[in-house]
């Protein structure tokens, strides 16, 4: 007999008035099954259930069966916080409910509204929380740890405020991955500054002491951690225990810090290392720690990786100096620019000197632009950036020049020194303070103090500041906009609310809107980095009349949350986007979420889809901009798509930014990486070389043509560091970059955000061994593109000849009676006409050899190769072996290995990401392995490794520093012909790449560029 299926629980809920307690618990036990069918029914009766409840004449448990079902019927309801409430007092029936998995959405749900509340308790007060809302707590932690749902438990904690969880879970667990993740949780989801540092203070003393014995993947969050603290007083001890039993890895750790370190962390961690007695072997491994944290060895090694490497096609750049008019200002610039990108740090002005005519052109600003582009090309040659900027330089007597246009090389020169000496200052800020008080022209002045700015950034020299502040209460438009940045980059990340307040005061009051944005944006760089400390200079900028001010605010904004990804700060920025009244505030607006996005590059595309297809072009040439700077280096198909069609938009300005950024977004990938990496170079190519095209847009493709092969084809653009933080020099980098939409001469800070992307080995001494190391991925993913051919030369082809309709006749004729002779069929003839075109070359037609589909004919092309003869192709190697000192993309870091077996091991692994595994079916999924990687922008590693010597009996071979030779004149050498990469320049001194076996000299000769003859 089939059980009849209830149709009402109106039986049931009768009970529930009988005066016999019995009745009253069987009715609240059947209710509890029921209520998922009859909820509306028993919902009518709620206040019966509640005072059943709360009444003392029912049993504990029947209470608690009460408050079940209420909680349950809430829930039914949509009142989530009453049938929480309901359910605290549920006691053990919810708890019998929650493991009886029944009703499994009604408990997650409010387990998830007991935590969120726990959380909300927890955040305003720890004394006023309902200590049953504790026990459900508890009871959810003891679970995660129970089943292994450590990072459930550790995610609770750290909104919950219950930093004891984690030790709990660590104990219980001792994986370090789990700290990792807990410290990536707060670096990477915008928590205030103070709980930031508090959970980090927690987390440090929890990993183990790191030793090359453990083969420890440690180093990566750590570095990390003790970057963001910027705390000296916990990375002394951490690397001071390390000497002298692990000298390797002290040097490790001292390089990662020196490149993701500020300037005064690192200053005060040399300080504070101890003095140990002379001659003594801790002496010099302290001496060297202090070396390496000064910045400068790592500039000297990434300078001598992108001299050896440089890549650079100087056919590209002889074809872009064809195509732009030279006396044009705008097209100088892009040129210069261009080239000063490509050549960056590579020390090679070979393209400057074999183009004297060229550069002499250039007057005025473009001049400026133009030496200052030797600091560019130079950068990090800090040993002979005096020397080299010598010419240029303002007399020391500080006296106005007597050539007609020299402020303008001086101005550049001085720029140039701050550009070369950028992250290792120190030694010219004398120097360019001196320069600075001793200008009289506002030219030179704002050259000074650029340089002094970007040499000192975030030095925090109060000396520099007061001259920088003193230039500025001059007045003059061209030296106080200089002034403004220069004084926010001094302060850069500081918070310092007097010096905030001196500038946002003088900004009110000058009438030049170029000092009023020099100080807008020199706010934002002052509160670089300090989340909810900025917020009160942010609400008042963004509320200025002054659409400066407020262009100020939104970059302020965007720099103190940089890298964090905070919500509120991306729902502000989209709302200023849409609305606010000025078109330059709107695309500042929308540039600046690349800031707050960075890492994570693959939502940008989603977030700005709509913003690229807006009516307002100066919101659509954000968006480009916005795409460009955080998915930079990633070669991201997404933004790709979106940006490529944005290079045809009907505006100028829109077109240079889509242009643009699709060279920072495609920067080091190979064709097999990107398939639009061909087409966006013949793009290039094609509207530079375009006289028709508008100039904007001619000035955006050059430019991108620079970004696309930076740093001679070996380096990217990334505003992470290797260690996982911000990188600081490039976001402030790419901040003044985007205002050459102003000012030309900022377009030369980009180069503050080229990253080397390299491999580089040193043993236990310091010094560079020859040793090689594997790459397991297809050489073709990760090579450089292949040198551009010149355009050949077409030979004058033969006009066909004329046949006049009697002689072919005639012809005809012949031939018919030569067939009959030889008993030949009779040929037919030709159709007469009066002329017939005869063309002297030999039919191509495919005719004979049968009908062949397009499809079929590329098909056979593919396997008979070029010679056609049936060869089959050669299958490419799925590894490759590479050496110290070669290139190595961020997405390739995955694929590297040592050998086992090999003499040399570094002390931390090169990726924080696993390699790829070889041969196989594996190795076809390559590409898109790749190109994930590229879209995760932290993939950690590479750069400097210390290596253990396995052998260290042996004799060992090591490279020569070309940086490092002692001066020797070099012989002459002939120009190449060809201009492609790695020509021979002509002789001039170290800063040149020569061939590797030849010796460099320095310092170079200096020469005068032809600047005087001002067109």
């Given at each position: ?191 205030s500054l103070s709980y930031r540092d508090q959970v980090l203070n927690f987390l440090l003393p929890l990993f183990p002491r790191p030793s090359t014995d453990s083969k420890t993947s440690d180093i990566h969050p750590l570095t990390r951690l003790l970057v963001t603290l910027s705390d000296s007083s916990k990375a002394l001890p951490l690397l001071t225990s390390l000497v002298p039993k692990e000298t390797a890895l002290a040097y490790q750790f001292a390089f990662d810090l020196a490149e993701g ?309 991306v729902r502000r920025l989209l709302h200023i986007a849409v609305s606010d009244t000025s078109d330059d505030v709107r695309r500042a607006a929308v540039t600046s979420l690349a800031f707050l996005l960075f890492k994570n590059p693959s939502q940008v595309p989603r977030i700005v889809q709509l913003l690229s297809e807006s009516y307002n072009p100066h919101v659509r040439c954000g968006a480009t901009l916005a795409l460009g700077i955080a998915c930079a280096g990633t070669g991201l198909q997404d ?377």
């Amino acid at each position: 007999m089939v059980a009849r299926q209830q149709s009402s629980a109106a039986g049931v809920l009768a009970l529930l008035a009988e005066p016999d307690p019995v009745f009253k618990q069987h009715a609240l036990k059947s209710l509890n099954t029921l209520v998922t069918e009859f909820w509306a029914e028993i919902s009518e009766d709620i206040a019966l259930i509640e005072s059943l409840y709360e009444t003392e004449e029912l049993p504990k448990n029947a209470r608690d069966a009460a408050a079940l079902l209420a909680s349950k019927v809430y829930y039914y309801l949509g009142e989530y916080d009453e049938a929480l409430s309901f359910a605290l007092g549920a006691g053990s029936a919810f708890e019998a409910e929650t493991r009886s998995g029944k009703s499994a959405e009604y408990v997650e749900t409010i387990v998830s509204k007991a935590i969120d509340r726990y959380i909300q308790a927890r955040s305003e007060s720890t004394d006023k929380i309902d200590p049953r809302l504790g026990t459900i707590i508890e009871g959810i932690f003891k679970r995660c740890i129970e089943e292994g749902e450590y990072k459930q438990a550790i995610g609770i904690a750290l909104e919950s405020r219950r930093l004891d969880i984690i030790s709990k879970v660590y104990e219980h667990a001792h994986d370090t991955s789990l700290l990792s993740y807990a410290m990536d949780a707060v670096l990477d989801t915008g928590v205030s500054l103070s709980y930031r540092d508090q959970v980090l203070n927690f987390l440090l003393p929890l990993f183990p002491r790191p030793s090359t014995d453990s083969k420890t993947s440690d180093i990566h969050p750590l570095t990390r951690l003790l970057v963001t603290l910027s705390d000296s007083s916990k990375a002394l001890p951490l690397l001071t225990s390390l000497v002298p039993k692990e000298t390797a890895l002290a040097y490790q750790f001292a390089f990662d810090l020196a490149e993701g370190g500020s300037l005064d962390f690192l200053e005060n961690i040399r300080s504070g290392l101890p003095e140990s007695a002379e001659g003594s072997k801790e002496k010099e491994i302290f001496d060297n720690l202090r070396k390496i944290l000064s910045g400068q060895e790592s500039v000297k090694l990434y300078l001598e990786f992108l001299k050896r490497n440089n890549k650079v096609d100087l056919l590209i750049l002889k074809s872009t100096k064809e195509a732009l008019e030279g006396r044009s200002s705008i097209f100088h610039s892009a040129l210069t620019f261009s080239n000063a990108f490509m050549h960056a740090g590579t020390t090679s002005d070979i393209f400057l000197r074999e183009n004297l005519d060229w550069l002499g052109l250039a007057s005025n600003w473009a001049k400026f632009s133009a030496t200052a582009a030797l600091g560019v090309i130079h950068k990090g040659y800090y040993e002979q950036g005096m020397t080299i900027l010598g010419p240029y330089l303002p007399s020391q007597t500080g006296g106005e020049s007597t050539i007609p246009g020299a402020a303008y090389s001086e101005g550049g020169a001085l720029y140039a020194l701050g550009l070369i000496n950028a992250g290792c200052g120190r030694q010219v800020e004398g120097y360019l303070r001196d320069a600075l008080r001793a200008a009289q022209g506002e030219v030179v002045q704002h050259g000074a103090a650029l340089g002094l700015g970007i040499a000192g950034m975030g030095g925090k020299n109060a000396e520099a500041y007061d001259d920088l502040k003193q230039t500025l209460f001059t007045d003059s438009a061209v030296a106080g906009e200089g002034a403004g940045y220069a004084m926010g980059l001094v302060m850069l990340g500081s918070a310092d609310e007097q010096s905030a307040q001196e500038m946002l005061t003088y900004a009110r009051e000058t009438q030049h809107e170029k000092i009023i944005r020099g100080l807008a944006i020199g706010l934002a760089l002052n509160y670089y980095g300090r989340q909810e400390e900025a917020d009160g200079m942010v609400k008042t900028l963004l509320e200025e009349k002054d659409p400066i001010l407020r262009y100020g605010g939104v970059y302020t904004l965007a720099l103190a949350y940089a890298g964090t990804s905070n919500n509120d700060s991306v729902r502000r920025l989209l709302h200023i986007a849409v609305s606010d009244t000025s078109d330059d505030v709107r695309r500042a607006a929308v540039t600046s979420l690349a800031f707050l996005l960075f890492k994570n590059p693959s939502q940008v595309p989603r977030i700005v889809q709509l913003l690229s297809e807006s009516y307002n072009p100066h919101v659509r040439c954000g968006a480009t901009l916005a795409l460009g700077i955080a998915c930079a280096g990633t070669g991201l198909q997404d933004a790709v798509d979106i940006l490529e069609p944005m290079t045809k938009d009907s505006v100028d300005f829109v077109r240079q930014g889509a242009l643009i950024s699709l060279g920072m977004v495609l920067v080091e990938q190979s064709e097999a990486s990107s398939p639009s990496i061909a087409s966006t170079r013949a793009m290039y190519a094609k509207i530079v070389g375009d006289k028709h095209e508008d100039p904007m847009a001619r000035f955006g493709a050059a430019l991108g043509q620079g970004f696309i092969d930076a740093g001679g084809r070996n380096t990217t653009i990334s505003l992470q560091s290797r260690a996982g933080t911000r990188n600081t020099s490039a976001i402030v980098g790419m901040v003044l970059f985007c205002q050459f939409w102003y000012w030309f001469p900022l377009a030369h800070a980009a180069c503050l955000a080229f990253e080397p992307t390299g491999i580089i080995g040193l043993n236990g001494d310091l010094k560079p061994p020859k040793f090689t190391f594997v790459s397991n991925a297809k050489p073709s993913l990760f090579a450089y593109p292949p040198p551009t051919k010149p355009p050949k030369k077409e030979a004058p082809t033969k006009v066909a000849a004329a046949v006049l309709s009697t002689t072919a006749k005639v012809k005809a004729r012949e031939k018919r009676k030569a067939g009959q002779e030889r008993g030949e069929s009779e040929l037919e003839p030709k159709k007469e006409m009066d002329v017939e075109m005869k063309a002297d070359e030999p039919s191509t037609s495919t005719a004979g050899q049968g009908d062949i589909s397009p499809i079929a004919g590329s098909l056979s092309d593919l396997a008979d190769g070029p010679d056609g003869k049936g060869k089959t192709k050669k299958p490419e190697q799925t590894s490759e072996e590479l050496s110290n000192f070669s290139r190595v993309t961020p997405a390739q870091l995955a694929y590297i290995s040592f050998s086992s077996e090999g003499r040399y091991q570094p002390v931390r692994p090169v990726s924080t990401k696993t390699a790829a595994p070889k041969g196989g079916k594996a190795a076809s999924k390559l590409t898109a392995g790749a190109n994930a990687m590229a879209s995760e922008r932290y993939a950690g590693g590479g750069g400097i490794l210390i290596l253990l010597d396995r052998q260290p009996d042996q004799s060992e071979e090591f490279i020569e520093l070309e940086t490092q030779l002692p001066p020797q004149q070099p012989a002459p050498v002939e120009p190449v012909p060809n201009g492609n990469a790695n020509a021979a320049p002509e002789p001039s001194g170290p800063h040149i790449a020569h061939d590797e076996s030849a010796p460099e000299a320095e310092p170079p000769e200096s020469f005068e560029y032809p600047f005087d003859n001002d067109a």
